[in-house]
């Protein structure tokens, strides 16, 4: 069993729509949670980072984390076409600063 | 967000030949610089991670004599890659991070062997 589980996609959402991100892990000794956007060639863009079971909210942008299920989402509401990107979760057992695990990637696009 | 530079954003290269590729955190220094890989549409692969004055902390089945990490600076970190062949050609990212911090990434390096 990999340590982080992704489903790939590719998701196609009409613009408004709220858009839906899950990961599941394998290892309680995770603690600490990312998510990450990426445009295509270019590196990594920092979305969310957190620490314990439950919601984080930023904008548009809504992380969730339930420790017990090893279960994390992301949810986009009010979807734009900018938003059309891969998002990679991330996990790690010491922090954001350590060593990171990432799933494989969810390509979104948000149709205008 | 803290910014991460990378240079050069993209290179052409002859096998056998070496290729430096620079990771600068420009508004914060960072006590960690982690290297990463990244074939096409698949996620990153951890190479190698860094600390400032120390020697690189490579991951199971990276090449040390192949990628060498050199991290002179609180905000350089230089990753070599030597006698490269057309299966090195991939996107390469780095990150940096304060302890404690989260990790920020740079814009990354496509390296194209010839």
């Known amino acids: 069993q990999k340590e982080v589980e992704q489903d790939p996609g590719p998701l196609s959402v009409p613009e408004g729509a709220i858009v839906s991100l899950n990961c599941t892990y394998s290892?309680?000794?995770?603690?600490?949670f990312m998510w990450y956007r990426q445009y295509s060639r270019k590196g990594p863009e920092l979305l969310m980072y957190?620490?314990?079971?439950g919601n984080k909210e930023d904008g548009r942008f809504t992380a969730q984390v339930d420790k017990s299920s090893k279960y994390i989402s992301l949810f986009i509401r009010d979807s734009q076409p900018s938003d059309s990107a891969t998002y990679l979760c991330?996990?790690?057992?010491?922090?954001?600063?350590?060593?990171?695990?990432f799933g494989k990637g969810t390509k979104l696009t948000v149709n205008p | 967000g803290a910014v991460v530079s990378q240079h050069p954003s993209w290179v052409i290269c002859k096998s056998g030949t070496s290729v430096k590729i620079e990771c600068r955190s420009l508004?914060?220094?960072?006590?960690?610089m982690f290297w990463y890989r990244q074939f096409p549409k698949q996620s990153l692969m951890l190479m190698a991670t860094?600390?400032?004055?120390?020697?690189?902390?490579?991951e199971q089945g990276v090449e040390k004599d192949k990628f060498l990490i050199n991290h002179a600076s609180l905000t350089l970190s230089t990753l070599t890659v030597t006698s490269a062949h057309p299966e090195d050609s991939s996107f390469y990212i780095c990150?940096?991070?304060?302890?404690?911090?989260?990790?920020?990434f740079g814009p990354g390096t496509r390296l194209t062997v010839t």
């Open positions: 991330a996990i790690s057992t010491q922090g954001g600063s350590e060593k990171l695990v």
């Open positions: 290892n309680s000794a995770f603690q600490y």
């Open positions: 957190t620490y314990s079971s």
């Open positions: 508004d914060f220094q960072a006590t960690t």
């Open positions: 860094s600390n400032e004055g120390s020697k690189a902390t490579y």
């Open positions: 990150s940096a991070a304060r302890s404690g911090y989260e990790q920020y």
